[in-house]
């Protein structure tokens, strides 16, 4: 096969410039949302309004920062166009990676509250 | 097309690339190791050896008197973290320039790329010596090694990732990354890619979540 065409045409499989930097722009906000929430939950600028959002503050940024994690794999890294093995040998170690972080957190936790209970 | 070849590699069974399979397959692997370092963070980050606090977020006595300054600066980790984001853009604007042939682009965005990888570690060379000077050490507490041991190995990566991307740019710059070789590239921004997407998760967890 001819190394340009080849070249080619894995280019075009792959998204444009433009999507490229609307994700970027996305991501930026993202990030933005995340800092903002903190700000006004915990930072200088709390507020009455902030008291209201503590309770969702944890999920709302672990929500965010997922959908950014999402983004950057499925348009940066390819995913969505590329093979699915790959995807495959992604997702597979991380769902064991999340489920590791929530089982020791939720252990934690119990052994926390249980040694606390005395 | 299957990723075959990227040319002038030898057909494998799988019809894809080795290379990028045993990038994908180390990243895989990636994932386990910085999840036991997550974990370990958020387990120990209330453990303290000298007693719990709101400290590093904010100031904190300890029971023998000793007052602990709030130390997070976040509008600094917020700029490193933007910046992190945006080389992710421009490593993918430079395989995009690769692809085509563009050199000069190609040279820009790598570069651009490098910048923000260098401001990056910059930042967390001056937060880790911040930290220090304010009393928290990798022996402090519990808090104190986890913290330093999850961020220095995402740091540590990011300074592999500089490196890798560097020698990529001089051979760019040699012009001896042509679009039939951009696959060089690729797999350099996948580990690139992968160094983000884990500040993405290490960012609030460890600098927002208190």
Redesign the interface.
């Known amino acids: 096969?001819d190394?340009?065409a080849?070249?080619?045409?894995?280019?075009r499989?792959?998204p444009s410039?433009g999507v490229?930097?609307r994700?970027?722009l996305v991501?930026?906000v993202l990030?933005a949302l995340?800092?903002g929430?903190?700000?006004f939950t915990?930072?200088g600028h709390a507020g009455p309004a902030g008291a209201a959002i503590q309770p969702f503050?944890?999920p709302l940024?672990?929500l965010?920062?997922a959908g950014?994690?999402a983004l950057?794999?499925m348009f940066?890294?390819h995913l969505k166009q590329?093979?699915r093995?790959?995807t495959g040998?992604?997702v597979?170690?991380?769902i064991?990676?999340?489920v590791?972080?929530l089982g020791?957190?939720v252990l934690?936790a119990y052994h926390f509250a249980f040694a606390r209970a005395g | 097309?299957?990723?075959?070849?990227?040319?002038?590699h030898l057909e494998t069974a799988?019809g894809?690339d080795n290379r990028?399979?045993a990038i994908?397959?180390f990243?895989?692997?990636e994932?386990?190791f910085?999840?036991?370092l997550?974990?370990n963070y958020?387990?120990h980050k209330e453990t303290w050896l000298t007693g719990p606090g709101p400290f590093p977020?904010d100031a904190w006595t300890s029971p023998a008197g000793k007052v602990f300054e709030p130390i997070i600066e976040?509008p600094l980790v917020?700029l490193g973290?933007?910046l992190l984001?945006?080389s992710?853009?421009f490593?993918?604007?430079a395989?995009?320039n690769a692809?085509?042939g563009n050199r000069k682009g190609l040279l820009l965005w790598l570069g651009l790329t490098l910048l923000c990888g260098v401001f990056f570690v910059g930042m967390q060379v001056y937060e880790f010596t911040h930290f220090v000077h304010k009393g928290l050490t990798l022996k402090t507490n519990l808090f104190g090694g986890s913290f330093f041991v999850l961020t220095g190995f995402h740091g540590t990566h990011v300074t592999i990732g500089v490196i890798w991307l560097f020698t990529l740019w001089i051979e760019a710059f040699r012009g001896k990354i042509?679009?039939?070789k951009?696959l060089n590239l690729e797999i350099a921004?996948?580990y690139w890619?992968?160094v983000?997407?884990v500040w993405?998760?290490i960012?609030?967890?460890v600098y927002?979540?208190?």
């Not at chain 2, 097309?1 to 002038?8: F, N, R, V």
């Open positions: 096969m190394a340009h080849t070249s080619a045409e894995h280019e499989s792959h410039v490229y930097v994700i970027g991501l930026f990030t995340e800092v929430l903190y700000e915990y930072g503050f944890v940024l672990l965010l920062s950014k994690f950057v794999a940066y890294m590329d093979h093995l790959f040998v992604f597979f170690p991380l064991i990676a999340t590791l972080i020791l957190v934690e | 097309m299957t990723d075959t070849a990227h040319a002038g799988t894809l990028k399979l994908w397959t990243i895989g692997s994932c386990l910085f999840a036991t997550i974990s958020l387990v977020h976040i917020t973290t933007a984001l945006f992710s853009l490593v993918v604007l395989l995009a692809q085509r042509p679009p039939a951009s921004a996948l890619h992968f983000d997407v993405v998760v960012f609030p967890v927002l979540i208190k």
